[in-house]
């Protein structure tokens, strides 16, 4: 068992936790409510706020209550972009996390509504959360910038237009860099500013964001050729259904994985820079969680 497994093992539960008390508390209609704890509670990596936590770990900083209230917040926002990524609008998906998706349990419009509910309830939770008030209100415009129209749902919007016409490589690692890496970006930022880290390394912490999103996204697009779907909970070779433009659809297969082992290295290479100026900076769980993205 690896360090970052016994971190995991430490923390989840009080991610899981804060999440499933605030839907509980300021949930009325309980169709909703059903709704919106069914994705919640679907199972799931937790990587977006599990990096948010092992980057205020990394300067040995405590995780307060403020830290797990952040966490929960991202991870609700981002189960909400899953639910509407599901829906026949967006990718159709029938499969999520190994059960059904959302609408396929609730119908369509109890699930728009179910992610409407994570979305707002996650900025509602993060204005409640026991952050100092500058920080919160920091943290509030980066959770709107990342997952908003300069993030992820532009990148969602580029995803689909990438249905409709071929991405050259640069347009790709764009769109790539706003669906997933956005979120991932706030995860490191906010776990950089919760542990009153300096301007210079937010900026570091931004770009060794960006290195591990692109690295996952390839991984992501790579295990949707030569990935099962029992390892993957959901169906797998939708991209080439959808005709989407992938890594490995641009690359080949064993190019992708040179991009993806290319992306890890950056990110480690990020990471070594922040140790150096900050020499009490323990990366070692960042680094576990880099290395598993790697696919041979």
């Known amino acids: 068992m690896n360090d970052f497994t016994i971190f995991k093992q430490k923390?989840?539960?009080?991610?899981?936790?804060?999440?499933?008390?605030?839907?509980?508390?300021?949930?009325?209609?309980?169709?909703?409510?059903?709704?919106?704890?069914?994705?919640?509670?679907?199972?799931?990596?937790?990587l977006r706020p599990l990096l948010l936590l092992a980057t205020i770990n990394s300067f040995n900083c405590p995780i307060e209550q403020g830290a797990y209230q952040t966490a929960a917040a991202l991870e609700m926002l981002h189960t909400y972009s899953l639910i509407h990524d599901d829906l026949p609008?967006?990718?159709?998906?029938?499969?999520?996390?190994?059960?059904?998706?959302?609408?396929?349990i609730?119908?369509?419009?109890?699930?728009?509504l179910a992610g409407d509910g994570l979305l707002t309830g996650a900025f509602q939770l993060l204005a409640l959360s026991t952050i100092e008030a500058d920080k919160k209100i920091l943290l509030t415009q980066l959770l709107g910038q990342t997952a908003g129209t300069e993030g992820m749902v532009a990148g969602q919007s580029g995803d689909l237009q990438g249905e409709k016409k071929a991405l050259n490589l640069q347009e790709l690692s764009e769109v790539h860099r706003k669906k997933t890496g956005a979120l991932i970006e706030f995860s490191f930022m906010a776990g950089g500013i919760l542990a009153n880290q300096s301007e210079e390394i937010i900026c570091l912490l931004k770009q060794l964001a960006n290195a591990f999103g692109l690295a996952f996204q390839i991984r992501d697009d790579l295990l949707d050729v030569i990935g099962s779907e029992e390892k993957q909970g959901k169906k797998i070779g939708r991209d080439q259904c959808l005709n989407k433009s992938t890594y490995p659809a641009l690359l080949g297969i064993e190019k992708a994985k040179e991009a993806l082992t290319q992306q890890v290295?950056?990110?480690?290479?990020?990471?070594?820079?922040?140790?150096?100026?900050i020499p009490g900076f323990q990366p070692k769980l960042l680094e576990q969680m880099i290395s598993q993205l790697k696919i041979t």
């Open 11 to 46: 923390h989840i539960d009080r991610i899981e936790k804060e999440m499933a008390n605030f839907i509980e508390s300021h949930t009325s209609d309980q169709s909703l409510k059903k709704a919106m704890l069914y994705s919640i509670q679907a199972g799931g990596k937790r």
């Open 106 to 112: 609730f119908g369509e419009a109890l699930a728009i």
């Open 265 to 277: 290295a950056n990110a480690k290479n990020i990471s070594a820079q922040i140790g150096i100026i």
């Open 89 to 104: 609008a967006m990718d159709n998906d029938d499969l999520r996390r190994g059960k059904p998706t959302n609408h396929k």
